[in-house]
């Protein structure tokens, strides 16, 4: 099956730093990817849409400066989480669907990275 | 609004036991359909899904999951649970405002030897 990797798989940062986290489609192309945040003992929440070539879209709710997205290529979008406060400490699990578009299509998600902000 | 209620948050059965997990969603139009298993600190992992066509859906690692229009249910059961079961299950429907998954609560699986 296809695969996502992501890097790191973990980080410990201090209050006030930035962290780009890296979500890479290993075999196939992407032109849409999606960064999720799981909280401990909850759900996946979605936090955006990364798109090749244009702009991000976010959720609700989810500060568009302090979570930068650059989908730089159509292999690779990156997270950045900056001036990170310990309240941004998470799971943040990538996502890819196989083609773009449409609600049947199966995703593949990356191993996740998890963010400790001390 | 779409989404996705598991009303179980935390399930244990010994092992050999048989499992069912209970998914309930809510979406407008025929739902695609999936759940995933989380193993602690990992990502998720497909075990099956559902777009179309026979109900009963044949997944990964001995799992089935039935798709009932009429309870708006996705169940996902496994005859015989093993001890490496032991997981969180994520039950999701398809049809985010961003062809994004939208996912349930979870429901953690523990299994007594």
């Known amino acids: 099956g296809a695969v996502v990797s992501q890097h790191p798989s973990r980080v410990i940062c201090k209050s006030g730093t930035s962290v780009k986290i890296e979500c890479r489609s290993l075999d196939f192309q992407a032109t849409t990817m999606f960064w999720y945040r799981q909280f401990p003992k909850k759900s996946l929440m979605l936090m955006a849409t990364s798109n090749e070539g244009s702009k991000a879209t976010y959720e609700q709710g989810v500060e568009k400066d302090k979570f930068l997205i650059n989908h730089a290529s159509l292999t690779l979008s990156t997270l950045t989480v900056t001036s990170a406060h310990p309240e941004d400490s998470s799971f943040y699990i990538c996502?890819?669907?196989?083609?773009?578009?449409?609600?049947?299509?199966?995703?593949?998600f990356g191993p996740g990275t998890r963010l400790t902000v001390l | 609004a779409q989404s996705v209620t598991q009303p179980d948050i935390h399930i244990t059965v010994s092992e050999g036991a048989s499992l069912e997990l209970r998914c309930n969603y809510s979406y407008g139009a025929t739902p695609y359909l999936f759940w995933y298993v989380q193993s602690p600190g990992q990502g998720l992992q497909l075990l099956l899904k559902y777009f179309s066509g026979d109900t009963l859906v044949q997944g990964i690692k001995g799992f089935e999951a039935e798709f009932k229009r009429s309870q708006s249910s996705f169940n996902l059961r496994k005859p015989s649970v093993h001890w490496s079961d032991a997981a969180e299950y994520f039950c999701a429907v398809g049809g985010g405002s961003q062809g994004n998954l939208i996912f349930g609560k979870g429901t953690k699986l523990s299994v007594k030897p």
């Open positions: 996502s890819a669907p196989m083609a773009a578009g449409g609600p049947y299509n199966e995703q593949f």
